[in-house]
């Protein structure tokens, strides 16, 4: 494959990459398979078609590919749905929102594509091949062994009648192949810039299995010729077979099965995980769940999936997927593969958690707070409240959302399960904070108003003034005392919130821990 990157001399406007296509007419699609959970490129993919849609005012089409019966679910269909949906990328048409195009998902789609196989036979663009697959490998063996390309090499592309019912007086099933031109076909990527494969490297390919079940290299070009499909933006791994669906797509026009133009393809980058290596779809951190347990913002998310190969200004990093549509240019995707960088996406997530209303991210805190026990389904009037109250206080100090858990544990365990981090028990309860946690104490328990100001000032005078401790040796100990860690929100926010009662009592229960460091 010779591939002639897009380089400044392609024309990034709007009218490159619409051609003839009116802008509102524009169509692109999101045709995920429904096998397994997920993934951060799946994502990624879906993002870039809803901005492409929305930045010309055009149809963003979600499809289900779901013709592999062995390894599609049903669960699989549902969480895809569900992930658009949190996510915030509405379809116009597809699966639940309709459309003239349906049905949407492929497996309601078999008639189509059996009609479609019976017209390309007949028309002559796609032939019967009785190749077993034992003969298949010897013949791809032998042409290796000789230095010759070694995929289909036609041998059934020109059968003669007898030869045809001599095969099938054997019993021999035969598969439908495409019957590929013997000339090179280019096509400009938008990403890319030109692409030319030539004969030799386009063999002809099977669309249909001998038992009847059309495969992907049919159903996929084929639904994109009949549902209007205009722009395909889609993973690098699938540029190979674009060359091929080119071909179909042009049968498709010439035998009056499709009419419009033949879709523009534009082939995003390779997302990369650690080391450089293409992210699998079934590593664990490209499991897309793996972001929504961890408490990712859906803006945090969508803009760092939306960095994956695009961004939308020299230094600027932090932006909206509405702000994305908006500018979003297809041809200044970078074709050179993205590295997905976790510390980088928790940074970005932070930036849009600091942004959010206190009321808002209290709120997106509640699943987190209820998967991690620390909230009830549903959680009470009481504990909504005082997560409200506690929510400034983590705000800053988080990237996501699962990093309050540990922050806020302290506000909102049962008393009996209230437990101190045993680490920084031994580091901090020593001995000589003994005396700190009695002073506190009673500094505590002789305050008339329980607030911040009067909480800080009675720690102040009785430990930094009266015993004369630097604040961190002063308040270390509480800190370990009542939230049960050496690093935790702000130290008298969180006693007030906490209350006089639970921090005196917790106070009290930690001072004999002081004496059991003695021992040690
Ligand atoms: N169902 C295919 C996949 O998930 C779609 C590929 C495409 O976008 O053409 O890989
Ligand atoms: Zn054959």
Not at 162 to 168: G, K, N
Request: with cysteine; charged share 30%.
């Amino acid at each position: 494959m010779r591939v002639i990157p897009v380089t400044d001399g392609v024309d990034s406007s709007d009218a490159f990459v619409l051609g003839d296509v009116a802008a509102k007419d524009v169509r692109v699609r999101f045709c995920p398979s429904p096998t397994g959970n997920p993934h951060v490129g799946l994502v990624r993919s879906a993002l870039y078609n809803w901005a492409f849609a929305r930045h010309f005012g055009g149809t963003f089409v979600f499809r289900i590919e779901d013709t592999d019966a062995e390894r599609d679910t049903e669960e699989s269909y549902e969480a895809l749905l569900a992930t658009l949906r949190w996510l915030g990328l509405d379809w116009d048409e597809g699966p639940e929102a309709g459309g003239e195009y349906g049905p949407y998902r492929q497996s309601e789609r078999r008639e189509i594509y059996a009609d479609v196989a019976t017209k390309l036979r007949e028309a002559g663009k796609a032939y019967r091949c009785y190749c077993s697959a034992a003969e298949l490998e010897e013949r791809r063996d032998a042409a290796r062994a000789a230095g010759k390309p070694s995929g289909y090499d036609g041998k059934c592309r020109d059968l003669t009648d007898e030869q045809v019912a001599a095969y099938e007086a054997e019993g021999r099933e035969a598969v439908l192949r495409m019957r590929t031109p013997d000339e090179t076909v280019t096509f400009t990527d938008l990403v890319r810039g030109e692409i030319s494969v030539d004969e030799h490297n386009l063999f002809d390919y099977v669309l249909v299995r001998a038992n009847g079940h059309p495969l992907y290299t049919l159903v996929n070009p084929v639904d994109d010729a009949l549902m209007g499909i205009t722009h395909v933006l889609r993973g690098e791994d699938l540029l190979s077979s674009t060359p091929r669906q080119l071909v179909l797509h042009e049968a498709l026009r010439e035998l009056g099965i499709a009419s419009g133009p033949i879709p523009r393809f534009g082939h995003l980058p390779l997302v990369t995980g650690e080391g450089g290596k293409k992210l699998s779809k079934r590593a664990p951190e490209s499991s897309l769940q793996l972001y929504l347990d961890r408490g990712f913002l859906r803006e945090g998310l969508l803009n760092y999936l939306a960095l994956l190969g695009w961004s939308i200004g020299e230094d600027q990093e932090v932006f909206s997927i509405d702000e994305m549509a908006e500018a979003f240019d297809i041809t200044r995707v970078n074709a050179a593969a993205a590295r997905f960088d976790l510390k980088k996406a928790e940074a970005i997530n932070g930036i849009w958690v600091r942004n959010l209303d206190v009321n808002d991210l209290s709120e997106r805190m509640v699943p987190i707070l209820q998967e991690s026990g620390l909230l009830a389904h549903p959680p009470t009037p009481e504990s909504v409240e005082l997560l409200r109250a506690a929510t400034p206080l983590v705000q800053e100090r988080m990237g996501v959302l699962d990093e309050s858990v540990g922050m806020l544990a302290f506000l909102f365990v049962d008393d009996d399960a209230f437990t101190l981090d045993e680490g920084d028990v031994a580091k901090v309860l020593k001995p000589d904070a003994k005396p700190v946690l009695e002073a506190a104490q009673s500094a505590l328990e002789a305050l008339d108003e329980w607030t911040t100001e009067t909480i800080e000032e009675a720690l102040r005078v009785a430990l930094v003034d009266g015993l004369e401790l630097k604040p961190r040796l002063a308040f270390g100990p509480v800190r370990v005392a009542v939230t049960g860690r050496r690093v935790s929100p702000p130290l008298f926010e969180s006693l007030e919130l906490l209350g006089r009662e639970k921090t005196l009592a917790r106070i009290e229960a930690a001072l004999p821990r002081t004496e059991a460091s003695t021992q040690t």
